[in-house]
T-cell receptor, first 116, second 114 residues
């Protein structure tokens, strides 16, 4: 069975601190995709990144970086120098590589609060 | 380019009633997926439609149904509403490219069942 675990329910940091959101996944598929989405208070899920199972390169986009390690089935997300606007719920998600493109398995989410 | 549009944004119903939610995908997107979000269960997949055909279905009772029209717009219906159906219902669309399953979500329809 496929599963995504985000062990951190809530994290609170002070602005400019670095913060890492953990994501551990389970799947027996050899081809799969991993995602991170952000959900601000408005409710709309905003896509941040997608990784396929064959691409273990870490990625950096501005203050955001992602560390994908197949050996530990983890896909962690780091925000450097956090800002108040980063406050949101962040979801890690997993999908299969086949035809079921719209079926994402989401973790429970991590609520990040960045205080000024 | 317009995003995914969901209507209505908010609605209140009573137990036993039925509700229909609408989703207009991004122009050119042919796949539409629906999710239910609750504080207890989190985000759960309801169903996915592609070219008017249901391609996949989550583990929800038959009271939850959907359809997709030829213009890719989709509706979902919940009959005989229960208190536990109170949730944020999110619709997402994706382009018709194999493997490029990046979902773009709408702002959701928040349903309250009294």
């Amino acid at each position: 069975a496929q599963k995504v675990t985000q062990a951190q329910t809530e994290i609170s940091v002070v602005e400019k601190e670095d913060v890492t959101l953990d994501c551990v996944y389970e799947t027996r598929d050899t081809t799969y995709y991993l995602f991170w989405y952000k959900q601000p208070p408005s409710g709309e899920l905003v896509f941040l990144i997608r990784r396929n199972s064959f691409d273990e390169q870490n990625e950096i986009s501005g203050r955001y970086s992602w560390n994908f390690q197949k050996s530990t089935s983890s896909f962690n997300f780091t925000i450097t120098a956090s800002q108040v606007v980063d406050s949101a719920v962040y979801f890690c998600a997993l999908s299969r590589g086949g035809g079921s493109q719209g079926n994402l398995i989401f973790g429970k989410g991590t609520k990040l609060s960045v205080k000024p | 380019k317009a995003g995914v549009t969901q209507t209505p944004r908010y609605l209140i119903k009573t137990r036993g009633q039925q509700v229909t939610l609408s989703c207009s995908p991004i122009s050119g997107h042919r796949s539409v997926s629906w999710y239910q979000q609750t504080p207890g269960q989190g985000l759960q997949f309801l169903f996915e439609y592609f070219s008017e055909t249901q391609r996949n279905k989550g583990n929800f009772p038959g009271r939850f149904s959907g359809r997709q029209f030829s213009n890719s717009r989709s509706e979902m219906n919940v009959s005989t509403l229960e208190l536990g159906d109170s949730a944020l219902y999110l619709c997402a669309s994706s382009p018709p490219i194999a493997g490029a399953n990046v979902l773009t979500f709408g702002a959701g329809s928040r349903l309250t069942v009294l």
